[in-house]
């Protein structure tokens, strides 16, 4: 016999054996009414169950997992003025959770990924901004050492040349995700970063603004990054990666060159390899001269031979079981793929790259 919801046998006609019929004994009340505490009983436990858990382990202590948190900022030398600033008042917000725990619906090919992150008009805008910041960059780039197409293109794909920076107050997320459990280590030592960024007085608890997990400012950097690479190159003694342009282009290239970027050397480009290439040789850890690629039949897009220059190259195949489109990168690529791992991320920098620079 099939049971109700609550654990209760349920009768024919899926009816409750409550309320109880008139002309019924007294006995077979009693007992509808044991049924009735027993259904109630269950369902409170049910709904307690439900509600604790979708809580992250420990929610109800939040108060003391701040006051944790705070003592351990200010033993790291955080001052309590910025404590208070940041902290009083803070909650948790439940899309971050939502959003660090989602699973894409669906996977994007490159070429669609190329599409839309590397459109004409993105080129022609890039294009414009190159120009409209030709002096500073120029600039920046002869001191740090990084083409300025390549700080254009990142720029471009991070934030849409700086429109777009995220919506997020930088402190609740990052209290969000520490809390949270899931990688919890990882941002608590983010929201000891970002801590130490208010203290420094780079940015008020207000203003710091950024994506859903954190990252900040035009060029989306984490606040570890922000410590490590961020440049105040305007000289106002503030290291404003939210709204100074020198200090975003400084910073993006102080990136790409503590990396080991080369300002001698391109990202890559499109090849095209002939019948009967061996897929396997398309991977990072195989190295091999421009002119080794040549002889294994590795040819431009356009069927032409390689360049004669002999830096070393490897191949990238970014559609899985497909042979184009092909790319030899060098390593300035490798040196993009530590500012994001993603095959597609550091192509796009490059193809962007590739777009601006063919406008001057």
């Keep these: 016999m099939k049971r109700g919801i609550y654990g209760v046998r349920a009768r024919r006609g899926g009816g409750l054996p409550w309320p109880p019929r008139h002309g019924t004994s007294k006995q077979e009340n009693s007992h509808a009414e044991g049924l009735l505490v027993l259904i109630l009983a269950r369902f409170a436990v049910f709904v307690s169950i439900l509600f604790l858990w979708s809580l992250p382990a420990g929610a109800q202590d ?7 948190l705070r003592a351990e900022a200010q033993a790291r030398g955080i001052s309590a003025e ?3 600033d940041a902290l009083n008042g803070v909650a948790l917000i439940p899309r971050v959770v939502k959003l660090d725990r989602r699973q894409p619906e669906f996977t994007l090919t490159f070429a669609q990924y190329r599409d839309r992150v590397v459109p004409a ?3 022609k805008k890039g294009r414009l901004k190159l120009a409209e910041n030709s ?4 600039e920046i780039g002869a001191k740090i050492g990084v083409q300025p197409r390549f700080i254009v293109a990142l720029w471009g794909i991070e ?4 429109r777009v920076t995220g919506g997020f107050s930088v402190i609740p997320a990052l209290v969000t995700l520490a809390f949270d459990g899931r990688r919890s280590a990882y941002f608590r030592k983010e929201l000891h970063n970002a801590l130490r960024i208010l203290n420094d007085g780079h940015i008020t608890a207000k203003a710091m603004v950024g994506s859903w997990a954190g990252a900040m400012g035009q060029c989306q950097f984490m606040p570890s990054s922000f410590l490590a690479h961020a440049i105040d190159y305007d000289g106002d003694g503030r290291r ?3 709204a100074s342009r020198p200090d975003v282009f400084a910073s993006a290239a102080n990136y790409l060159a503590k990396s080991g970027w080369r300002a001698d050397q391109t990202w890559g480009r499109e090849v095209k390899l002939q019948p009967g290439f061996d897929p396997t040789l398309a991977d990072l850890k195989v190295r091999k001269k421009i002119s080794e690629w040549q002889t294994l039949g ?4 356009n069927g032409d031979d390689l360049p004669a220059r002999q830096l070393v190259a490897s191949i990238v195949l970014p559609e899985k079981g497909r042979m184009s489109p092909a790319y030899m990168v060098y390593g300035n690529y490798r040196r993009t793929l530590l500012w994001n791992r993603s095959t597609f991320f550091a ?10 620079g063919a406008g001057g």
């Design 62 to 68: 939040l108060k003391a997992w701040l006051q944790d």
């Design 135 to 138: 002096v500073l960059l120029e």
């Design 298 to 301: 590795v040819r431009r897009a």
């Design 347 to 356: 192509l796009a920098v490059g193809l962007l790259s590739d777009g601006i």
């Design 121 to 123: 008009s993105r080129i």
């Design 240 to 242: 404003d990666i939210w």
């Design 82 to 84: 910025t404590l208070d």
């Design 159 to 162: 934030t849409d040349f700086g």
